[in-house]
């Protein structure tokens, strides 16, 4: 039993949340990229916001030999590279004390038990209480030597009064089997609701926003339904390759790496019903039914409604560069896909017949991942009987970058004709909120700190995912010879399949 | 920066401030004539103001965006008070895009006249690549004019937006109804009232012609939002929780003219705790909390000390004591817990500005009514 956190009569009408209980937070992968750039920068921001308890342990936990006080250092210079804010000597120095490092191979069990008593010795020393954080930013191949070997020295059982819980990075398997060996294996230590499954894009401001969009604004709820929406586009484009990862990515491809979790996520806040209250399992139990009703394609389907891509030769921001087969560490006979696009149809009552587009891309002009709901046309009288036929009202949320939301209407050019153009009405958060977002790491640290997994994904939701996905990799598989792989140059917005698949509904991309 | 988007001879001729933004700044103006102090603006014609607003966006040439998510209107009467609320109003719109209606008047002046200037205040978005703009209007009301002042404002609005009132004065019957009656929120500083329980009657009558729909936004209350935090913060853990029920004795020390600052912070535990005054003479600063065995008396002392508006503050209770301090000029509170035996701790956290810009900002970043405030009040009226 972890200890009942009361209510603090104090924080009445205060801005910032209760600060979290202190704890321990270990990072499986101290050495890590994630490490470096998000987790540690990250915490310090807390730190500096006046967000991290008092009493904080931060172990890391690698093979590498090194000392506390050379990790202390490498993360000092992370984290002045990395980090949001200027970083303060007087706050780094604080901070730098509660930074540890543990040296030990993930499959040697001795090195879990001498953790287990310098975690103990940390509850002496610093006051962490044996509240315990497990972070996986370690390759998902090593998730289950570590959690076996957090079980064997009874890290993952927390003594009464305190809690252990544990974050996993994604890829949370790579397939639905796999998926669901690794809920096993996890669930073999920590229980669901130990458990917090981070997927970054939920802790972004205008992700989070989508739902405050939709159910506090009584404009758009009775809109949002197959009765005056026409179509959906969910994009995310980047115009970076494959950079570093290579080793990951031949393996996983943009529909594992992207649409599983990310965009699937985003889809489940466009289409979710109202929830109960605020409360985790309320928002969850809403996502999971969205999920639910994401129709199956049979192996025919997946020819017609999802499209592969990989990048050829091309220009990015005037500059030329590689194919994706000529980059370091990819096959150069690679068929893995960069880009995908698929047709989704949510089968329920309030997204019937409403196609939700989804595409994901690499090497592409421009970054940025966004959702635009298309609204069905107005009647084809009054002015709509001109020449031209206006434009479709369009809301478009956007996440990254640049977050805020616009909604694209009609209005009359001024002059004595019935001339009607398209025009904007825009919402940047950026101009207007002049405070910058914590990071999204900052907000789902803090989070799953306090024990609020609203913003994590539960493990129904990551199976469902996984499920629809197998549909469309089965049927890639199942086909003799390698699955159809469309080419588009660097620098294009994906391939010409990907058009048509709008086109043949008689739709277009958005431009972004 | 200050500038507007028309060419023409600045107005005013009020006392020149500096915009402490360095050349090269994220706040440059890139495209615009700029001025490099604050002045009121252009001058404009009270009748035209909408008419030149527009050929100032016009001439921007689309380059800038204009924002507005309130209307912050500014009501002084000090001599050189529109320079300076021109340079206060260009940093709070670094971080909240609002319509400014800055206001000074001047009831004694014999004259009578209205005088009226637009400028736009710029900064570069925190997505780096938009320049966005906020209008000020700013008037000078002389004598008589004085009275225009609801039609000013009204004249004004950007419609649709809440409209906060910044009231640097102290307030005087009678309060004219047609003007309050739109107002969403008040702000003001309490710690500049000469007779807080007269103005607090004033304030709390005028909220009551407004239905309740203002909400009181006290700076002197605002000032205290990071030692809330701070004080708020040691509570939260279910370790530290019970301490709350055991508090003997509370001790702040406070900058001279800063002892209504403290006392609204005695007032905050006080309602927050359930404590009830151990002793019904006023001016008594006795306080009594209901325990298991019975009352326990709080020994609340202020003691007066040069430095921040609330330079520490010590909660002692059967086992434990708690303390904040605030250095001059620091921007970190330097907050200790320890027991009686037992561990200590310390930590950084932070502690803001007494500064004006600094308090309405934060003002503006909350929402929602003050009840807590309210609750505050109640419960040190008497002594404040």
Redesign the interface.
Known sequence: MT????P?????????K??P??CAVVIFGATGDLTHRKLVPALYNIA???EL???VAVVGFARRPKSDEEFRQEMEEATRKFSRQTVRD??WD?FAKSLFYHQSEFGDEAGYERLAERLDRLDKES?T?GNRLFYFAASPDQFETIVQNLKKAGLNKARDGSWARVILEKPFGTDLKSARHLNRVVQSSFSEDQTYRIDHFLGKETAQNILVLRFANAIFEPLWNARYIDHVQITAAETLGVENRAGYYEGAGALRDMVQNHLLQLLCLVGMEPPTDLRADSIRDEKVKVVRSIRRFSEEEVGIYVVRGQYIKGAIAGKSVAAYREEKGVDPQSQTETYVALRVRVDNWRWANVPIYVRVGKRLPKSGTEISVHFKKAPQVLFNRESQSPDQNVLVIRIQ??EGISLRMQAKVPGTSFRIESVKMDF?????????SPEAYERLLLDAMAGDATLFARRDEVEEAWAFIDTIEEAWAEKEGPPQLCDYPAGSWGPEEADELLARDGRTWRRL | MNCWLATGAPGGGYDAISSGNATGSRNDLITMPATEAFTAGLPVEVGQIDRELKKLWDASGGVMTRASLINLAVYSEAPDSLGRNTAIISQITENHACRAIVIAADPESKESGVEAWISAHCHVSQAGRKQVCSEQLSFLLKGKQCGLLPNIVFAQLDSDLPLYLWWQEEFRPPIDPQLWAWVDRVIYDSKIWRNFGEQMRLVEATQREARQRIVLCDLNWERLIHLRIAVAQFFDHPATHHHLAGIKALEIKHAPGFRSTALLFVGWLAGQLGWERSSAKAKSLGFRQKTDDGKQKIKVSLLRKEGEPISACRITTESAVFRIEHKPGADLLDVFFGRTEGRKMRQLLPAGKNDVVELVQEELMRGGAHQVYLRAVEQVRDLL
């Open positions: 200890e009942k956190q009361q603090n009569p104090l924080r009445e009408g205060l801005s910032t209760a600060v209980q202190p500096a916001d006046g308890p008092p009493a007087e706050i604080g006051g209480r970058p640049d940047h958060y950026g101009t207007s909120f002049g405070k910058a």
